[in-house]
């Protein structure tokens, strides 16, 4: 199965912008649905956006990130991003990048769902400050 690698993450002031990435093992993500998760101490892991298929770039945001976040893929299908715009100190987290079934992402009861998803990276910290 694919391998996954996140990079990117650091500290940025209110308002600031960073971008993700999620290397894969592999040269492309063409058989999997792809994700950004977060998670903070004491809440639960949350989507951060989806993308499917991941060759196509079709995109999925919750309501949390929907217009100030973007999923995309590079043109060798091998790396995944997550460009985070006009960042909030609640989106401080440990960010995930994950890998789930093709399948995953047409459900949308599903997509966001963490538990859907059986590949995952190390993480990357991202920190927002007031």
């Known amino acids: 199965q694919v391998k996954l690698v996140e990079s990117g993450g650091g500290s940025v002031e209110a308002g600031g912008s960073l971008r993700l990435s999620c290397a894969a093992s592999?040269?492309?993500?063409?058989?999997?649905?792809v994700a950004w998760f977060r998670q903070t101490p004491g809440k639960e892991r949350e989507a951060g956006a989806v993308l499917y298929p991941p060759r196509r770039g079709v995109p999925f945001y919750p309501d949390s990130t929907r217009g100030r976040f973007t999923i995309s893929q590079d043109n060798a299908e091998d790396t995944v991003y997550l460009q985070m715009d006009r960042l909030e100190p609640k989106d401080t987290a440990m960010y995930y990048c994950?890998?789930?079934?093709?399948?995953?992402?047409?459900?949308?009861?599903?997509?966001?769902?963490?538990?859907?998803?059986?590949?995952w990276g190390q993480g990357t910290q991202v920190t927002v400050s007031s």
């Open positions: 592999e040269s492309h993500y063409s058989r999997y649905c």
């Open positions: 994950a890998a789930a079934p093709e399948i995953v992402c047409l459900r949308v009861d599903d997509r966001y769902r963490p538990a859907m998803y059986t590949i």
